[in-house]
């Protein structure tokens, strides 16, 4: 159910009438929603060629993606938010995005998310 859920939102918004831009960062917004969900897993679905990845290797990104989270929590309590950064033209073509993270400390991070569109469907690269 979970995994039709992001399909139907990265579905929504690929099929919107928004700038492919606007795409891309809705896109990496809700791929990174997914970290405050603590679901490693759907995070990694939203990767580009993820599926093409031995399963060892894709083992190891997993781990990776989880000691990340582990790291925001032990270094902010946790993320809070995410949000698509004001300026999207400052740095971005469509296949960049720039997200703030919100972390529970009230600090913030800017971070620009690659992405690349395949099939319609834009992913993390």
Not at 20 to 33: F, L, T, V
Not at 74 to 83: D, I, S, W
Not at 91 to 102: D, G, P, V
């Amino acid at each position: 159910m979970r995994v039709f859920c992001l399909f139907f939102i990265i579905l929504l918004v690929s099929c919107s009438s928004s700038s492919p831009e606007k795409q891309a960062a809705e896109a990496a917004k809700a791929c990174y929603d997914l970290l405050i969900e603590d679901d490693a897993v759907r995070f990694l679905e939203c990767k580009a060629r993820i599926d093409t990845l031995s399963a060892d290797f894709g083992e190891q990104l997993l781990e990776a993606v989880r000691q990340y989270q582990r790291d925001i929590q032990q270094k902010h309590g946790g993320l809070r938010e995410v949000r698509i950064a004001d300026n999207q033209s400052a740095f971005n073509t469509s296949q960049l995005s720039t997200l703030i993270l919100c972390y529970a400390d009230s600090t913030q991070e800017a971070i620009v998310v690659p992405m690349v569109e395949r099939d319609g469907q834009w992913l993390m690269k």
